[in-house]
Each structure stands twice: as C-alpha cells, then as structure tokens.
C-alpha cells in the first residue's frame, strides 16, 4: 500500500536493534484518513474471508482494526493486556513483546469470543509473531477459527509471516520490510 | 444522544459501587457504525470549537477520538498509561483510577503536543474527573490550551463535570447518567 509507504519513509525513524518508531502516525498520534484508508484496504483484501468479527490487541491495533471493522461491517473485540478488575471467565496467553523485552498476557472475555467466530486478526506490527500466536491459542481454546490476519507493517527480516504462514495462516501485510540495517528503511519490492 | 442511550440500556451491566460496565460497544467489544455516530455527533457539537487536535487516553478512548478525529479531520493522540520504552521526552500527570482504586501515569510525548495547540479532549467515561485532570497538567505544562472535553457516558453523581466546569472546561456528555442505584440505569432527563 503505497500510502502506507511513503508515510512510514517521511516520518518512520529507525531506532537500534531493528525497531522502526511509527508514533507520529500509528503508535501515538493517528492520522484517521490514513487508518480509514487502510481500514478499506483490508476490507477489500478480506472481502472473501467470511470473517465475522474482528480481533485485535490493546492499544495500536484498534485504530486499524475499528476502520477495518466499520468497512466490513463487522464488531472488533480488542485483547487487553492486564486482567481488568471488572471482567471474568477470560481466555488468556503470554506474549513476548520484541521491543520491551518481556511477556505480557493478552485477555479476551469469553462473552465475545463463541466456538462459531470466524476471525479477522488485524495488528500494527508483525514482528517474529508473537502476538498473532497468542490469538492464535487463545481462538483454539474456545474452537473458533482464524480466517486471516491483516498487519500494517511487516518486518520480513523477523520471520513473522513465514512462520505464521507455515501454521496454516492467511496473512496480509500493507508494507513489507526486508530490512532496517544501518537505520535505513528498505522496503521489499 | 438517544442511540448511546439505548445501547447501555440494552447491553450495560451495573456492578456494585458504582460501576457501569459496557464492554459490550466500548470497552471490551466495539461497534464501529456506533462509534462512527458518536464522532459524528462530537464534530457536531464541536464545530465551533477551533480545535487543531484530539487527545484521548488509551485504550477506550481511541475509537470515539479516532472517529471524532476522521470527522472534524483533526490529528488524535492517545496518552499512554505507561512510559514506553521508545519515547523520550515525555510530559507526565498522575490519575487516580476510579474503578481500579490505583493510581497510574499518563504520558504524552513533546513531539506530539505544541505550545500552539487547541485540544479537544475525548474520552469514554467522565466520573470524577481525574483522567481530565491529568490531561488539563500536561496540557498547561506546554502552554497549549483545551478548548473542549467530550465524554461518552457521564455519571452525574460523581461530580466530573460540575468540577471540570468549575474549571472552565466547556464539557459536553453524550449520555448521562444521573443514577446506578439498586443497579438501575437512571438517566438524566
């Protein structure tokens, strides 16, 4: 998505060890045009999934994943990243995060999730796909079924797709990176 | 606005305390058209405003900023709940968390709010006012200026905007309500 492309080269910035900061668009301050944008552009990627409801994780993933839901006409249900005090009967999963280092869990109400779901899984980053596996088990424990997964940016130098892909996955990324070495931003062609 | 009004009445549990809990459209789960509606009517009645920004505080207030942000074609910057490890220069406020009974930082980088800004502050629910308290610190530390603050679902009981009033805040509630008790919604005629 060429869009997506040149926004990521005018104001992306590559910091060390492979992490590109998205802020001014993605991460912190959002550009609601754009992500209405990519919204209709996985509509029209997924258009054939037969997706009902959209999946997502707190807090970057819901910009995409609302625009996405608003086009398909579908509810979007975004993974909390703490047990909420007010919430029971949740399904969980442990997530490494790649730029902090550590694990977190990832939480969906049983309420919003039903064994006859066909998810759409929409993300910011697809890195080594840590998070999409956490949907992943949690989708399983409840016997839904994941029908795609849509990204934003794709870091192909971390293997994310590849081994999404090899479990079977349909997965679509907007803007593939084949590399960030010496803090240039190289995409694939 | 009857329509938020009648999706809390259809799909919002009171708990005990005080607390209502809608993560059926905007907490957990989200309806985007409801949310499309919702920044509709925000643009509505904030056209006059003169804002150049939508701030908001992750991760319930993205969806009505975004959608508030796509409306009024406004940039929207959501305040984190904890410092990130990729950001630098951070502006910082303490809020206390009503339903938590914690406290937690908002943070909001300098490269995202300017001296020249007119905020228009979105978030999902208006109880005592602590969050806005917090943006209204920050927001005076860069010297920019808050030119509205719009809430979802205001609990009238527990004096938010009466106390944001009080501080000049211009303050408009899409539903409020005026009572939980006996875990009844009673809503403000």
Not at 52 to 81: C, N, W, Y
Request: proline letters at 3%; a negative charge; charged letters at 30%.
């Amino acid at each position: 998505m060429k869009l997506l492309r040149d926004k990521i080269l005018s104001e992306g910035k590559c910091l060390d060890e492979g992490i590109l900061k998205v802020d001014a668009f993605l991460n912190h301050q959002l550009d609601p045009k754009l992500m209405e944008q990519i919204g209709e552009e996985f509509a029209r990627r997924f258009a054939d999934s037969g997706a009902t409801k959209i999946l997502t994780v707190e807090a970057s993933g819901i910009a995409p994943a609302l625009m996405t839901g608003l086009k398909m006409g579908l509810p979007v249900v975004f993974a909390k990243k703490q047990k909420p005090s007010t919430m029971e009967g949740m399904l969980t999963a442990s997530v490494h995060s790649f730029t902090k280092w550590q694990a977190y869990p990832i939480c969906i109400s049983k309420e919003f999730l039903k064994m006859e779901d066909k998810i759409l899984f929409i993300d910011d980053f697809l890195a080594y796909g840590n998070a999409a596996l956490g949907i992943m088990e949690i989708v399983e424990e409840v016997g839904a079924e994941i029908v795609g997964m849509g990204f934003l940016i794709e870091k192909e130098f971390q293997n994310g797709a590849k081994f999404l892909r090899e479990k079977g996955m349909r997965v679509e990324s907007l803007a593939v990176i084949e590399s960030l070495e010496n803090h240039e931003i190289k995409f694939k062609e």
